[in-house]
């Protein structure tokens, strides 16, 4: 279950560093390369947003102290911090959405993403009962 922390820390890096890139493409432009590197800002405030989230899930599913799935915390952590991802690679390059290997990517994070809070969720829901 540690990897749980390792994902909360994983995606609560990535908050950072898409915090500073906003602040600068937005505050410090530079010459030549301002709308040109950043250029769906909307996409970069979504992947930061949900690097928050996925974060703050990791740290709640361990927090629980409930013995959970070694593979489902896994699929967590990694879908955790691959579904925000897709958001920040898709705010620096603008056909994004319609590049297969992207689409292929964007395929795999969903599904494994599902797969971890889905089995942790039925694991809760055992727990429960």
Known sequence: ??????????????????????TFARWFPIEGIDGKFLVDYKAMIRGHIDYALMALFNLAFFGMGIDLPVLACWCVAIGGFANPTIFVIAAF??????????????????LITTLGFGWISLTLLKHAF
């Open 93 to 110: 390059d603008p056909d994004f959405w319609n590049k297969a290997h992207w689409k292929i990517f964007s395929l795999a994070s969903f």
């Open 1 to 22: 279950m540690s990897i749980l922390l390792i994902g909360a820390v994983a995606c609560i890096a990535a908050l950072l560093l898409s915090a500073w890139l906003m």
